[in-house]
């Protein structure tokens, strides 16, 4: 049986090793080729200024690649600015999974407290009724982990309420 398991996790494995392997040599590949890149353009740069240079002199040589790089430096932040103004449009125009699902949650959770609020009503009890609506919708408006804590709070409150707050060791009265 261990030896069934052991092959069993080597076949689900080898799929995730041989992605693993292939990232690290795109990393390597794509980290070599930026280093030859920027080599690249450090030649591109100084052929440029020499060649500027033989023509109009060392300060103008100067003065033109580093306006160069300025421009090309205010074309790249202005590209990436229209970028994250066209992702945060396209985000706030399309509705996301967890705000959909939350919806969906919530019609569903309505649905199945309605039989509840009915019977409270005919029985009378309208301040539970009244609780019971403030916490569904306290509830729809928290976060996941505030929900854990919520949950944690009141089991710790209800187990205090069940036990009548005496401890494990202690005898019933």
């Known amino acids: 049986m261990k030896a069934f398991l052991e092959r069993l996790i080597r076949e689900a494995i080898a799929p995730i090793k041989r992605a693993i392997a292939r990232i690290v040599q795109s990393a390597v590949l794509l980290t070599i080729a930026g280093i030859c890149l920027t080599i690249m353009w450090g030649f591109l740069t100084a052929s440029l200024f020499i060649f500027l240079e033989d023509r109009f002199g060392g300060t103008i040589a100067a003065l033109v690649v580093a306006g160069v790089y300025l421009v090309f430096a205010i074309i790249c932040f202005m590209a990436l600015k229209i970028m994250q103004r066209s992702a945060a ?85």
């Not at 996301?96 to 969906?104: K, Y």
């Open 89 to 173: 449009k396209a985000e706030a125009r399309q509705a996301t999974f967890a705000a959909a699902t939350s919806d969906v949650v919530s019609e569903e959770m309505q649905r199945a407290a309605e039989p509840w609020m009915q019977i409270l009503e005919t029985a009378g009890l309208y301040r539970e009724r009244a609780a019971l609506l403030v916490g569904g919708e306290a509830l729809r408006k928290m976060k996941p982990m505030q929900l854990v804590g919520v949950a944690i709070l009141g089991g710790f409150v209800f187990g205090r309420v069940i036990t009548g707050g005496r401890r494990r060791d202690d005898k019933p009265k």
